[in-house]
C-alpha cells in the first residue's frame, strides 16, 4: 500500500516533469538577468563588493590604477590601441555564470558569428563569380580548398545569405540553393536525386531513367524561364569513388549547353580537380579554384577580438590572445583550435579561481590587487592549455609504463643503436632477455612479450607490422629513439643498461 | 518499422474476428470487484476467512528447482494466452474447490513447488531466533479473488487516487452509438481511436467486418479537420470507460507480476514491473506508436494483491500479430524504457543476451554465490526477511531489495553493472560461506565495487567536463576523447560518473539528460551505429540510411524538434572500430557537436592514444582537444583496488596481495588481471582448505591465501603454455627437440634439416641405450610437433631436405628439458 501512495508521488515529483514545466520561467528569467548585467555598466561584480565590504570604493579605486599602470608598461602602438579599449571596459567575473555562459557561447565552434572578418576577400571572389553566374544565366563551377578550419563552410554559408540579399535588390531571380555535406550522403549518386528534387519537386514523371539521366535531359534542351540552381557540395572528396564517375557526372552537369547548375564544390585537398577530373580540362571548363589559406597569427587575433567584441567586458589579455594566435599560426592554422585553446583557458582561469578563493577564506589579509588580476586569463592560462594540446605526452607516457615494458623499449633503442631500421619480435626477445638477464630480472615469456608488444603499439610507440608467425612480426620504434633515452636515464635502473 | 507494425496490425482483422468483438452479455453476471480501500485491520479481517489450503513447504532444497533456468521456462509459457478473463473464470479448471458465490472471497494457495525460503538459511549474518514465525511465503501461483495469478501474469493495477471511478469496470464494451453492450450483434473496433461500433449502428451500416484497416466516421472526420462530437449516452447512464481505455488514458497501470508471496500478517502482495503508456515515456508518443503500445519498464514495486483489478494480455509483436481471441485486453511491447536514462531497448535482445549469460555463468564455478545477499545485509538490514529477488527480476539489481517507497530507489542504477563478465546468478547454498568464497566473489570480474579508488582525478575531470556541458541553459556541443590501455578502468570511470550525475538529476540540481552507451564492437558494421543511436533516442528501428538522415535533421536543424530538447550524451566504446575507409561516420558524429543547437556531448574510448593524429585532419579538427588519459596503475594503486574489494574479509595475506600487484604492475598494469590472479590464488587456497578438511586432519587453523598461492596463480597465468605442452609430450618428442637444441647449438645458425637432425637424434638414442624409431617416425613426430607450432617446419613432401626451426626460444625449450624424470640423461646435451 505505501508502495502505492510512493509511486503516484514518484510520477508527480519526476524531475522531468517538474522541469518540463519550469523551463519556459526560468529561460525568462534568465535572459533579463543577463539584459541587467550588459545594461548597466556600473554594476560592480559580487566578489568586489564582498570583498570591500562598507569601504569598498577607494579599494577599487586603487585596483583601477594599479591595471591601468601595469598596462602602460608595454610600449608599441599597435598593442596601445589593443590596451586602451581594454581599460575602459568593465572587470569580468569568471564566477558569474551568465557572463561565462555567454563568453563560452562566443567561443564556441557552433555559434557563427554575424559578420566573417579576414575572409571578405575569398567571400567576395566568390560572391562575384556567383553573381555573374547569376546574371548570364549561365552554369559555372568553382572549387574552393583550403586546410581545416580556415572558414571555409562558413563562408558558404554568407555568400549563400549575401547572394540572395543580392538578387532581391538587382531585381534578378533568386537560385535555389542546395547546400549538401556529402558525408552525408548514404549512397554517392544520390547527390543528382537531390539536385533533381530541387530543381523541380514534384514534376518528375518517369521513374524508370535516373536521376542522372533525367538531369541531362533537363540541361541539354532550352528550357526558358528554368531557374538558376546553387549547389554547395561540402567535403567534395567523399564523392570520390574507384571510377571517379560521380565526380565527373557532377562537374560535366555544368558543362551542359543549357545548364542552369551553378556548383561550388569545398574539400581540403589543393589539387582535387586536376587529379580527379583531368577530363574537364580539356573540355576547357576546368572549375575556378579558390584557395583559403590557413590564418595567419594577426588573423586569429583579429577573428578572436571579433567574437569577443560583442562581450562588456574583458576577458583575455591581449598578450594572452596573441601567444594563442601565435602557436595556432604556427602549427595549423585552424581557428577550431584556437577557440578550443581559449576555451579550456578559461577552463583553467576558473579551476585557478576557485583554488584562490578557498584560499581567500582561509586568510582574509590577501592584497585585493592579486584578485583582480585573476579576473583576465593571463598568459600561463594559455599556455598550460596550449601545452595540453600540442606537447608531446611521450616522456610522460614512457615513464609512466609498466617495467618490462621500458625494458622492451631500452632495449629496442639499443637494437637499433647500429642503424637498423627495423627487427622482428624474436630479435628483440634475445635482446630482451639479454637486458633482464644483466639486471637479474626473470623475464617474462615471448607470448606475454608480443602482447606486451601490441600495448606499445596502440599507444603508438611502436610499430607491430603483420605476421603469419607471431615472431616474425615486424618492429620498428615510432618515437624517437632520444626520446626513450631521455625519459629512462630519469630511471637509475636503466642508467646502466644504457650506457 | 512503423509500417510493417501496421501491416501486421491490419492482417489481424482479415485473419477472422479478432478484432470484431463477440462478447457475451455476461454484465449481470459478474459483479464488478469493488475495490477496497485499505486499512489494516479490515484486510486482515477478511483475510482470516480464507483457507490456506496448502502449507507451504520449508525445504531448503526446494528452492534449487527455481533456478533461472526455470523462471525463463515459466515466462515463455506465459505467452499462450493463459490471462484469463474473468468472463471465462467458471470454465477454468483452475479452482479446485468451486467457488459458490464471487462475493466470497475463496483463496487458495498452491505450493506447486513453492520457492520459499526461510531467512537464516541465506547466511550466517542474517541469522536470527526469532524469524521461524516471521517469514515471507513465496508462491509460483495463487488463486485470488477467483482469478489465477502466477508470476508473469500482466494484470491491470488501480491506481489508488481515483478509486471510485474503479468501480465500474465493465467487462464488455459498449457501442459507441447506441450505448448497448455488444450482446449477440458483431462489433467492429476502429483502428484509429479503439471505439467499438455495432455494424448495423453504423451510418452506413455495415454487413461485414471489412478487411484491412477500419476507420470509423469521427476518426475520418477528425482527420479531416472537422469537429466531431460524439453521440451522448442517454439519460442517467454513464459511459462506462472500460479498463482498456482507462489504462491508456493512464488511470489505470498494468504490471507484470514478478513474484508473489505472503506476508508475515497474512495479507499477499506482489513484486510489480510497471508497463508505461507511449504518453508516459520522456519522447512522449510519436508518430510511430501503435495505439495499443506499451513498454515495459525497469521499475519494480511491491503491491498489495488487492489492487489487482484482473488480466490483461501484453505480447510481443510476433504473439500480437497472431494474436486471437483474447478480446480487448491484448497490448504490444516491444522495447523496455528505462526510466533513469530514457532510453529504450528491445526485450528480444535483452532476453537473448541473459540467456547467453546464465548458460555461460553456469559453466563457470558454482560455488560463487550468495555474496551479494550477505553483502546487502550488512549496509541496509532494514528488512527483517531475506527476499531474493535477484533469481527473478532478472534485470534488476540489489539495490531494490525492499519495498521502498518508489521515490527513494531514485539516483539508483539500473543496468549498468555490466562491466567485464556477466553476473553470476545465485543459488541458495546451506553452508556458510567462509572467508575465502567470500574473497573470490569479491575479486570477480563482474562485481561491482563499492568505490573506485584511484582514479578520482580523472573521475573530476570527466564530471567537469559533462557538467559544463549539460549545465548550461543552452548546452554547447563537445567532444571528450578517453584514451588508455586494456583494463585501467575507463569504461568504468565514465559509467561512475554518468551514475554520480544521475544522482544529481534526481535531486534536481541539474536538467535531465537522455544517455545513449555504444560498444563499437557490438555493431555489426560502423555504420549501423546511426540506427542504434536514432534507436536509443526515440525507440524506433530503422534502417541507417534513413535514421541518418533523420539524426542529421534532429542535430543540426533548430527549429523542426522542438519536442526534446534534452541534451544528450553519447558515449562509444571502442571508437577505433568506427574508423571506415572514407571515416565519414566519425566525421559525422563528431561534426554535429560544432552545429549549433545540437546539444550533443560525445565521449569516445579507446585503447589507442594517438588514433585522433592518425584521423583525417578535418576529423582531428573537430574532434576538439580534450583528451583524457588513463595511465597504467602502479603496484600501490593496484594493492589498493584490491584491498578495497576485500574490505572487511580476512583472506589474503597483506605481503601476498602486494606481491601480486607488484607482479602485475611490472608487466601490464592491468586490473583485471591482478584481479583475476587473486582470485586464482584464493581458489588455490580454498582448494587446500578443502583437502585438509577432508582428509581429517584438523583443521582448524584459517587458511589464508598466501604468497605460494598467488605464486602458483601467478605461474599458471604467465607461463607460457609452450612450456607445459613440451614437459607433458612423448619420450620421443623430447628427444627430437633436445637433437634440436643440441643442433641449433652447434652450428649456430637459426634453422636446421631434417637430416642434420635425424643424425643427432640416431646419435643419442645409440649413446643412451634407447632404440632408434627409424626415419619414418621422426618424420612423424617432427610433422606433429609442427602442428602444434612448436615447430617451423617447411612442407613435408621434400622429407630428409626439410627445413626446420624452433617457433620458441631455445632457452624455454631446454628449461622445459632440464629436469624430465623419463629421460634424465637429455640434461646433458643441453
Known amino acids: ?499 | 518499422m512503423a509500417e510493417t507494425q501496421q501491416m501486421k496490425k491490419s492482417k489481424t482483422p482479415s485473419k477472422g474476428t479478432p478484432r470484431a468483438k463477440q462478447r457475451i452479455s455476461s454484465d449481470h453476471l459478474i459483479a464488478p470487484q469493488t475495490p477496497q480501500s485499505a486499512t489494516p485491520a479490515a484486510i486482515n479481517l477478511r483475510r482470516s476467512h480464507r483457507l490456506s489450503a496448502a502449507t507451504p513447504e520449508s525445504h531448503p532444497v526446494l528452492s534449487t528447482c527455481d533456478t533461472p533456468q526455470s523462471v525463463t521456462r515459466t515466462t515463455k509459457n506465459l505467452k499462450n494466452p493463459t490471462s484469463i478473463l474473468p468472463t471465462t473464470i467458471s470454465i477454468t479448471p483452475a479452482s479446485p474447490q468451486p467457488t459458490e458465490s464471487r462475493r466470497k472471497r475463496k483463496f487458495q494457495e498452491k505450493s506447486v513447488a513453492s520457492a520459499e525460503r526461510k531467512k537464516d538459511l541465506t547466511s550466517g549474518k542474517c541469522r536470527r531466533a526469532d524469524n521461524k514465525v516471521k517469514q515471507k511465503v513465496y508462491y509460483k501461483k495463487v488463486v485470488y479473488d477467483s482469478g489465477e495469478f502466477s508470476a508473469g501474469h500482466d494484470v491491470y493495477v488501480k491506481k489508488r487516487s481515483d478509486a471510485s471511478s474503479d468501480d465500474e469496470d465493465p467487462e464488455v464494451e459498449e457501442c459507441r452509438v447506441c450505448f448497448k453492450p455488444a450482446g449477440r450483434r458483431v462489433m467492429i473496433e476502429c483502428d484509429d481511436c479503439l471505439n467499438g461500433f455495432h455494424l448495423k449502428c453504423l451510418s452506413p451500416p455495415l454487413r461485414a467486418v471489412p478487411e484491412g484497416d477500419w476507420m470509423c466516421n469521427y476518426c475520418v472526420a477528425k482527420k479531416n479537420g472537422e469537429m466531431v462530437e460524439f453521440a451522448e449516452p442517454p439519460a442517467g447512464k454513464k459511459r462506462a470507460r472500460t479498463a482498456r481505455e482507462k489504462l491508456l488514458s493512464s488511470d489505470l497501470w498494468a504490471a507484470r507480476i514478478e513474484s508473489l508471496w505472503k506476508e508475515v500478517d497474512g495479507t499477499y502482495w506482489f513484486r510489480a514491473r510497471w508497463y508505461i503508456i507511449p504518453e508516459e515515456t520522456a519522447v512522449g508518443r510519436q508518430p510511430h506508436n501503435l495505439r495499443r503500445e506499451l513498454y515495459r519498464t525497469n521499475d519494480f514495486a511491491d503491491v498489495e494483491m488487492e489492487s489487482i483489478i484482473r488480466h490483461c494480455s501484453v505480447m510481443s509483436p510476433k504473439d500480437f500479430a497472431n494474436a486471437g481471441s483474447e478480446g480487448d485486453d491484448v497490448f504490444i511491447c516491444e522495447y523496455e524504457y528505462d526510466i533513469q536514462w530514457h532510453n529504450f531497448r528491445r526485450i528480444a535482445e535483452i532476453d537473448n543476451n541473459e540467456d547467453d549469460g546464465e548458460r555461460v555463468d553456469d559453466d563457470d564455478d558454482d560455488d560463487d554465490n550468495d555474496w551479494s545477499s550477505c553483502d546487502e545485509f550488512d549496509s541496509d538490514s532494514k528488512e527483517d526477511v531475506v527476499y531474493e529477488h535477484e533469481k527473478k527480476t532478472r534485470l534488476s539489481h540489489a539495490s531494490l531489495l525492499h519495498p521502498v517507497a518508489a521515490n527513494s530507489r531514485k539516483g539508483r542504477i539500473f543496468g549498468l553493472q555490466k562491466i567485464g563478465a556477466k553476473k553470476i546468478p545465485e543459488h541458495l547454498r546451506c553452508h556458510k560461506q567462509t572467508d575465502l568464497e567470500k574473497a573470490k566473489s569479491k575479486l570477480l570480474l563482474a562485481t561491482l565495487p563499492k568505490s573506485l579508488p584511484c582514479r578520482d582525478r580523472e573521475m573530476d575531470e570527466i564530471t567537469t567536463f559533462i557538467k559544463g556541458a549539460i549545465c548550461d541553459e543552452q548546452c554547447l556541443g563537445r567532444c571528450l576523447y578517453v584514451h588508455g590501455v586494456p583494463g585501467t578502468g575507463k569504461t568504468m570511470s565514465v559509467l561512475a560518473v554518468m551514475r554520480n550525475l544521475k544522482s544529481e538529476v534526481d535531486a534536481g540540481s541539474i536538467r535531465p539528460y537522455c544517455f545513449v552507451e555504444i560498444n563499437g564492437l557490438k555493431l555489426a558494421s560502423p555504420e549501423n551505429i546511426y540506427s542504434v543511436i536514432y534507436e536509443g533516442l526515440t525507440g524506433h528501428r530503422v534502417g541507417w540510411k534513413k535514421a541518418l538522415n533523420f539524426l542529421n535533421a534532429r542535430f543540426s536543424n533548430e527549429n523542426k524538434c522542438g519536442k526534446d530538447t534534452r541534451p544528450c550524451i553519447l558515449l562509444i566504446d571502442e571508437l577505433d572500430l568506427l574508423v571506415t575507409r572514407n571515416q565519414a561516420v566519425l566525421y559525422n558524429i563528431l561534426d554535429w557537436p560544432t552545429k549549433p543547437n545540437s546539444k550533443l556531448i560525445v565521449i569516445g574510448i579507446a585503447n589507442t592514444m594517438d588514433l585522433p593524429e592518425k584521423l583525417l585532419p578535418r576529423i582531428s579538427s573537430r574532434m576538439g582537444i580534450q583528451r583524457l588519459c588513463f595511465g597504467p596503475y602502479n603496484y600501490q594503486q593496484l594493492q589498493e583496488i584490491i584491498s578495497s574489494r576485500l574490505k572487511g574479509i580476512d583472506a589474503f595475506e597483506k605481503v601476498a596481495i602486494e606481491f601480486a600487484s607488484r607482479k602485475v604492475a611490472a608487466v601490464s598494469g592491468d586490473a583485471r588481471r591482478a584481479l583475476e590472479i587473486c582470485r586464482r590464488a584464493a581458489e588455490v587456497a580454498d582448494y587446500r582448505a578443502k583437502k585438509t578438511a577432508l582428509s581429517g586432519s584438523d583443521a582448524s587453523g584459517k587458511v589464508v591465501a598466501g604468497m605460494a598461492d598467488v605464486e602458483a596463480a601467478i605461474k599458471e597465468m604467465f607461463q607460457a603454455p609452450h612450456i607445459q605442452v613440451i614437459r607433458s609430450s612423448c619420450k620421443l618428442s623430447k628427444i627430437f627437440l633436445a637433437a634440436m637444441v643440441y643442433e641449433l647449438y652447434k652450428t649456430g645458425m637459426g634453422e636446421t634439416t631434417f637430416e642434420k637432425l635425424a643424425m643427432a637424434v640416431s646419435c643419442f638414442c645409440a649413446n643412451n641405450g634407447e632404440t632408434f624409431p627409424g626415419y619414418d617416425m621422426l618424420l612423424k613426430v617432427g610433422c606433429k610437433l609442427g602442428e602444434c607450432r612448436l615447430l617451423l617446419c617447411e612442407a613435408g613432401t621434400r622429407h630428409k631436405l626439410q627445413k626446420l626451426q624452433l617457433n620458441y626460444p631455445n632457452d624455454d625449450v631446454t628449461f622445459a628439458l632440464k629436469d624430465s624424470k623419463d629421460l634424465p640423461w637429455l640434461a646433458k646435451y643441453i
Open chain 1, 1 to 499: 500500500m505505501p508502495a502505492f501512495a510512493a509511486r503516484r508521488q514518484s510520477l508527480s515529483s519526476d524531475p522531468t516533469y517538474e522541469t518540463r514545466v519550469a523551463i519556459t520561467p526560468r529561460k525568462s528569467r534568465l535572459r533579463s538577468d543577463s539584459d541587467a548585467a550588459i545594461g548597466s555598466p556600473l554594476r560592480k561584480s559580487p566578489r568586489l563588493c564582498k570583498e570591500g565590504g562598507p569601504n569598498s570604493s577607494p579599494k577599487i579605486d586603487v585596483i583601477r590604477k594599479c591595471l591601468k599602470s601595469s598596462l602602460n608598461l608595454s610600449g608599441s602602438p599597435q598593442e596601445k590601441r589593443l590596451y586602451e579599449n581594454f581599460v575602459e571596459r568593465q572587470t569580468w567575473d569568471p564566477r558569474e555564470e551568465t557572463q561565462l555562459r555567454a563568453v563560452n557561447e562566443a567561443l564556441h565552434v557552433s555559434t557563427a558569428p554575424t559578420n566573417v572578418v579576414c575572409r571578405e576577400n575569398e567571400q567576395n571572389r566568390i560572391l562575384d563569380f556567383c553573381k555573374k553566374c547569376v546574371k548570364e544565366e549561365k552554369a559555372g563551377s568553382l572549387y574552393v580548398c583550403g586546410c581545416p578550419g580556415t572558414g571555409k563552410t562558413l563562408s558558404m554559408k554568407k555568400v549563400q545569405v549575401m547572394l540572395v540579399d543580392w538578387a532581391n535588390k538587382e531585381g534578378v531571380q533568386p537560385p535555389d540553393i542546395l547546400s549538401i555535406n556529402c558525408t552525408s550522403l548514404a549512397n554517392m549518386s544520390e547527390i543528382f536525386s537531390k539536385i533533381l528534387g530541387q530543381n523541380h519537386s514534384g514534376k518528375n514523371s518517369s521513374r524508370s531513367t535516373s536521376s542522372l539521366q533525367q538531369l541531362h535531359n533537363l540541361y541539354s534542351q532550352q528550357q526558358p524561364g528554368m531557374k538558376m540552381i546553387l549547389v554547395i557540395a561540402d567535403e567534395l572528396d567523399y564523392l570520390i569513388t574507384k571510377d571517379r564517375a560521380v565526380l565527373h557526372d557532377l562537374f560535366m552537369l555544368t558543362t551542359m549547353p543549357f545548364s542552369r547548375c551553378i556548383l561550388l564544390g569545398v574539400a581540403n585537398a589543393i589539387d582535387l580537380a586536376d587529379r580527379f577530373i583531368p577530363k574537364l580540362q580539356s573540355l576547357n571548363c576546368k572549375p575556378m579554384v579558390i584557395t583559403f589559406c590557413a590564418y595567419s597569427k594577426d588573423q586569429i587575433i583579429n577573428i578572436l577580438q571579433e567574437r569577443l567584441r560583442a562581450l562588456p567586458y574583458t576577458v583575455f589579455q591581449p598578450q594572452a590572445l596573441e601567444l594563442c594566435a601565435r602557436k595556432v599560426a604556427a602549427a595549423s592554422g585552424d581557428m577550431r583550435k584556437a577557440l578550443a585553446v581559449c576555451r579550456s583557458a578559461i577552463e583553467m582561469l576558473i579551476g585557478d579561481s576557485v583554488l584562490s578563493s578557498l584560499d581567500e577564506t582561509q586568510d582574509q589579509q590577501k592584497p585585493a590587487a592579486n584578485g583582480t588580476m585573476s579576473n583576465q586569463v593571463r598568459i600561463d592560462h594559455v599556455a598550460a592549455a596550449l601545452s595540453k594540446v600540442y606537447k608531446s605526452p611521450v616522456v610522460d607516457i614512457i615513464i609512466s609504463l609498466p617495467q618490462h615494458q621500458q625494458i622492451i623499449l631500452c632495449s629496442a633503442v639499443k637494437l637499433f643503436r647500429g642503424g637498423k631500421k627495423d627487427t622482428t619480435l624474436g630479435e628483440l626477445n634475445k635482446y630482451y632477455v639479454d637486458v633482464c638477464k644483466s639486471t637479474s630480472i626473470p623475464p617474462v615469456g615471448i607470448l606475454e612479450l608480443s602482447s606486451m608488444c601490441r600495448v606499445l603499439d596502440d599507444q603508438g610507440i611502436l610499430k607491430l607490422g603483420q605476421s603469419r608467425e607471431d615472431k616474425l612480426r615486424r618492429v620498428t620504434l615510432k618515437v624517437d629513439g632520444a626520446d626513450i633515452v631521455f625519459a629512462l636515464q630519469g630511471i637509475r635502473f636503466f642508467r646502466n643498461c644504457l650506457q
